[in-house]
Nanobody, 126 residues
Framework: VQLQASGGGLVQAGGSLRLSCAASARTFSRYFMAWFRQAPGQDREFVAGISWSGGRTSYADSVKGRFTVSADNTKNTVYLQMNSLKPEDTAVYYC????????????????????WGQGTLVTVSS
């Protein structure tokens, strides 16, 4: 399966963006999808995740209340709605898929995800 992330861009602080991640096929019956981000010189960090049913979501504390992850299974697409953006949200955002999620919570470890999109740059100006 291939993941295609899009929707990044330049926005002023306080503004909004919506990222999309389209999967080439819905091959797996159970999976987690997540958004990670990586700022220059920093490690990749978990942002938000969603279960295959959409019934479970998980957010990093830094984005809770500002970002919303959702899924449209008819389009094989996951979204990240980002509101009240801050300059510290500036990063390359990656979508990822964990095709063997197990029974536990949505993983926040990048190593748990075996499919990755190419990344989309989000720049928030102050």
């Amino acid at each position: 399966v291939q993941l295609q992330a899009s929707g990044g861009g330049l926005v002023q602080a306080g503004g909004s963006l919506r990222l999309s991640c389209a999967a080439s096929a819905r091959t797996f019956s159970r999976y987690f999808m997540a958004w990670f981000r990586q700022a220059p010189g920093q490690d990749r960090e978990f942002v938000a995740g969603i279960s295959w049913s959409g019934g479970r979501t998980s957010y990093a504390d830094s984005v809770k209340g500002r970002f919303t992850v959702s899924a449209d299974n008819t389009k094989n697409t996951v979204y990240l709605q980002m509101n009240s953006l801050k300059p510290e949200d500036t990063a390359v955002y990656y979508c990822a898929l964990d095709s063997d999620p197990g029974l536990g919570p949505i993983s926040r470890r990048s190593a748990a995800y075996n499919y990755w999109g190419q990344g989309t740059l989000v720049t928030v100006s102050s």
